[in-house]
């Protein structure tokens, strides 16, 4: 069983700064794209970052210039940089991540539990 385990969130004033982190654990061959989505009360979940297993990312246009998606291969941990926040950032942000459980079965999707991003003053 695959585990994705986020942390990091909290409440943040305008232009502030914070860290998310998703490590991932359990029993599997390899992790493929990781990725960070978020879900504002009334609204849709929507992809704010993603990131391959090669360290190619790709970027909502609402957040880029502003948050920096990285992983670390070798601790199976996904980042996100979130700076100069705004309030229309708040959301509890879930890690994402296709995970192949053996060599020879294709990668299925793992989400976190979540974690609530507040941006208030």
């Known amino acids: 069983q695959v585990q994705l385990v986020e942390s990091g969130g909290g409440l943040v004033q305008p232009g502030g700064s914070l860290r998310l982190s998703c490590a991932a654990s359990?029993?599997?061959?390899?992790?493929?794209?990781m990725g960070w989505y978020r879900q504002a009360p009334g609204k849709q979940r929507e992809l704010v970052a993603s990131?391959?297993?090669?360290?190619?990312?790709n970027y909502a246009d609402s957040v880029k210039g502003r948050f920096t998606i990285s992983r670390d291969n070798t601790k199976n941990t996904v980042y996100l940089q979130m700076n100069s926040l705004k309030p229309e950032d708040t959301a509890v942000y879930y890690c994402n991540a296709e995970v192949r459980i053996h060599i020879l079965m294709t990668g299925n999707g793992y989400w976190g539990q979540g974690t609530q991003v507040t941006v208030s003053s």
């Open positions: 359990g029993s599997f061959f390899r992790i493929n794209a």
């Open positions: 990131i391959s297993s090669g360290g190619s990312a």
